[in-house]
């Protein structure tokens, strides 16, 4: 079942139902806005559970951060790099994949 909620992310995601779990996650929102919905989601996704982030090498700036949004992404790498809840790898095809799977 797919269930579309139209709203801001960080609202969407306070707003779940308790309970709700995720096995598989994509985050591919608003850049700045991706380390607070890791820690919102984080909880509820399952051990073993994937959450997978788009662009995460920002067409190859975050090796030379340009703006906010470099920045933001070169942060959450190096937090997904040594955050011990997870293992993580950031995949160099398309835009940057950060996989993530929940220990
Ligand atoms: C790159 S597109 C996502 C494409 C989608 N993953 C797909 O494959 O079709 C980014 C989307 O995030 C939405 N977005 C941006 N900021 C958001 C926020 N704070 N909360 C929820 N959605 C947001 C935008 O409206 C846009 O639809």
Avoid: W
Wanted: aromatic letters at 8%.
């Amino acid at each position: 079942m797919i269930q579309l909620r139209l709203a801001p992310a960080s609202q969407t995601l306070a707003e779940l139902e308790p309970g709700r779990t995720f096995d598989f996650v994509f985050i591919d929102a608003d850049k700045e806005g991706y380390d607070g919905y890791y820690e919102q989601v984080l909880p509820r996704v399952v051990r073993g559970g994937l959450i997978v982030f788009d662009n995460m090498l920002s067409h190859g700036r975050v090796v030379d951060p340009q703006n906010d949004r470099d920045r933001a992404l070169d942060a959450l790498n190096r937090k997904l790099a040594r955050d011990s809840r997870v293992e993580s790898v950031l995949l160099p095809i398309a835009d940057g994949l950060n996989f993530c799977r929940k220990k």
